[in-house]
């Protein structure tokens, strides 16, 4: 069925992408990588995004404070001070375009050391960019959607970046076990965390941040783990040792 594929598709290539450049790399710097691979994750970052493409510099400065902060009042997407998942999201669209704007300085610890690249950021953020995205979509399922129930599916394209990080901060720190006592909510919701590629095993990476690899247990995997490491051995990227 092409609409389930394009979804899936456009599903697991914006979370990995937001996995791999917009957390690991431009939050966490697990790993190096010279200026032409920067540009081309950057690039896909933003074309498997789309409408909901989220600012690195942004995306790194409200991670980095929600490590420092984990679940006390100054972390900008805990659930533990939010009714529900959409005030978690409005919560966190609202610190996001603070930092996207230049309205807010972050604290001194939470700059520098992020990709930036001027033409994507301004292009990226653009009403007409988003609105030639969603235009996509919306074309796409008038093309290849044959039964009405497949529509149900369309509103999720438009927000894809922000849904995830919804999921992983809401069900990351109130669902799931916990393999440390890390001073915070953390949890890990997920096992075998395939549908959320690595990212739910919170826990994990609450205690050992800079570790490229969020899966611990012999029975939990992180899907991006071994890709990462392909791209390691191809010598596209350098793991930092930790």
């Not at 394009?6 to 917009?22: D, I, K, N, P, V």
């Not at 999720?156 to 916990?178: D, R």
């Not at 611990?216 to 991006?224: I, N, R, V, Y």
């Amino acid at each position: 069925m092409i609409i389930l594929a394009f979804f899936l598709a456009h599903w697991f290539l914006s979370l990995f992408f937001q996995t791999f450049f917009l957390h690991r790399y431009a939050s966490h710097k697990m790993f190096k990588m010279n200026g032409f691979w920067e540009k081309v994750f950057y690039f896909c970052t933003f074309i498997f995004q789309g409408s909901s493409f989220l600012n690195p510099r942004a995306y790194a400065i409200m991670h980095r404070m929600h490590h420092a902060y984990s679940d006390t009042e100054k972390d900008p997407h805990s659930p533990h001070f939010i009714k529900d998942v959409w005030g978690l999201m409005m919560k966190t669209k609202n610190i996001y375009l603070d930092y996207r704007k230049y309205k807010l300085e972050p604290e001194p610890q939470f700059i520098d050391r992020y990709p930036t690249w001027s033409f994507i950021d301004r292009f990226g953020d653009l009403w007409i960019t988003r609105i030639f995205f969603v235009a996509f979509y919306i074309g796409f399922y008038v093309v290849f959607a044959n039964h009405w129930y497949l529509w149900l599916l369309l509103p999720f394209h438009f927000i894809m970046g922000p849904l995830h990080g919804a999921i992983v901060n809401w069900c990351g720190h109130k669902y799931g076990y916990s393999n440390h006592d890390n001073d915070d909510h953390s949890k890990n919701s997920l096992p075998l965390d395939f549908l959320m590629m690595g990212e739910l095993f919170q826990n994990n990476h609450h205690k050992k941040p800079n570790d490229v690899n969020f899966a611990q247990k012999w029975f939990e995997f992180d899907p991006s783990y071994p890709i990462i490491k392909v791209m390691h051995k191809l010598r596209i990227i350098r793991l930092r040792k930790v």
